[in-house]
Structure formats: structure tokens, C-alpha cells
């Protein structure tokens, strides 16, 4: 049969970080064309679920206990405690999907992040970034779901992310949605014609063809 390269690569370990409210999930659905056929890691959480969201499709929402076995069993890639609730990874998944050759995509906070990098050297880390903080303000209180005590801690958390934005890959802005989608579609594109990721084994069948 023909050989064709690259055909064989693990999947890509993408990881987005930023503030809550900066429109991570609004970018999703802009770039959900690039996004097909990437895998979207279900976080488990201790935080209530909010109206819109369902069960096992936003989050795993759990007991704090449940959360704590998980840790202790050694089950998360990676957890941390944000504004007082607790947030992680289930391992199990990300890594059956990229053993299958399937990009993932973690929605991860700052802390979090940094765990991803230490452990998988490998992933890419993008950052994206509101326009302003008082935008990123408004967009907070217009979501209508945190108390002010709340908001404020969310914006504090905000700022200490962009003070780290230099530990990541890629910065997106996310101004004008559509070139924020833009932006990322090119990103992806980018880091999946590396040419590090096709193993030695591949180049080898390959010449042997
Ligand atoms: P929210 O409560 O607004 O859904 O999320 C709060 C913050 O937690 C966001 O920055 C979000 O990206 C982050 N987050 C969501 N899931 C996880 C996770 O599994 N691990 C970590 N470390 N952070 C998460």
C-alpha cells in the first residue's frame, strides 16, 4: 500500500488558559470548523453548576469527597483549587485520545497549566487574553452568575494569569471574535505540520516504501 507521512503521530495536547469570562468557549464555537476533530477534555469540578450547563458535557460536577478520591487515586493530570473550588484533568481520557492519534484540548486555569507543561513537556500552551481588564469586567458581571466577592476574586486571578503570559506558546487577543478564531485555526494548522512530530519509525517506514 502507499506510504504516506505523517499518518501516524500521536495526537497534540492543546491547552488553553484564560481568565474566566474572556470567551473561551464563544472562541470554540468560531473555530469549531478547525476544532472537529479535536477531542475536548471534560474537567471534573466541586463548583455548582450553573443553568446552562449539563452534567458530563461542561463539567463532571462532584462532591468535594468524590473530587478528593480522585486525588488520591492518582486519577487527574493535573488539579487546583480556583476561588475556593476545586478543578481537574481526568487523565484517562486525554490519554486514550492521544494514544489514538486524536488532538486534545484542555480549558485549564493557571496553576493547572503549569502542571500540563512539567508533566508533557510537549503540549502547547495558548494563552488568550481579553482586550482590556475592564472589558473583561463587563463581560464577568454581564454573565450574571458570580456574586461581587466573587468577580473580584475572578479578576484578581485574571491579572495574576496575564503577569504569566510569557510561559506560554501563543497569545490570542480575544477582541473582535472572529479574528481570535482566525488566529487559533492557524495555530493549530502550524503546530500539526511540525515536523518533530512525525517519529523516526515513520520516516524509516517511509523510506522503506
Ligand atoms: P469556570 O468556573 O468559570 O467554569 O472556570 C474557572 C476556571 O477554572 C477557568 O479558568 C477554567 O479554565 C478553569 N478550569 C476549568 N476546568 C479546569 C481543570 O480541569 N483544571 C484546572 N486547573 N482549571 C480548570
Known sequence: MEQRLARGRRGILFVFTG????GKGSLRAAAADALRTVTYSVSATTRARRPAETDGVDYHFLERSAFEEMVARGEFLEHADYVGDLYGTPAAPVDTALAAGRDVLLEIELAGARQVKA???EAVMIFI?????AELERRLRGRGTDSE??????LARA????AALREFDYLIVNDR??????T????LAAERARAWRVSDAEIDGFLAS
Open 19 to 22: 481568565a474566566s469570562g474572556v
Open 119 to 121: 508533566a508533557r513537556p
Open 159 to 162: 491579572r495574576d494569569e496575564i
Open 177 to 182: 471574535l472572529e479574528a481570535a478564531a482566525e
Open 184 to 187: 487559533l485555526r492557524a495555530v
Open 149 to 154: 466577592a466573587k468577580i473580584q476574586r475572578r
Open 129 to 133: 487574553a481579553p482586550p482590556s481588564l
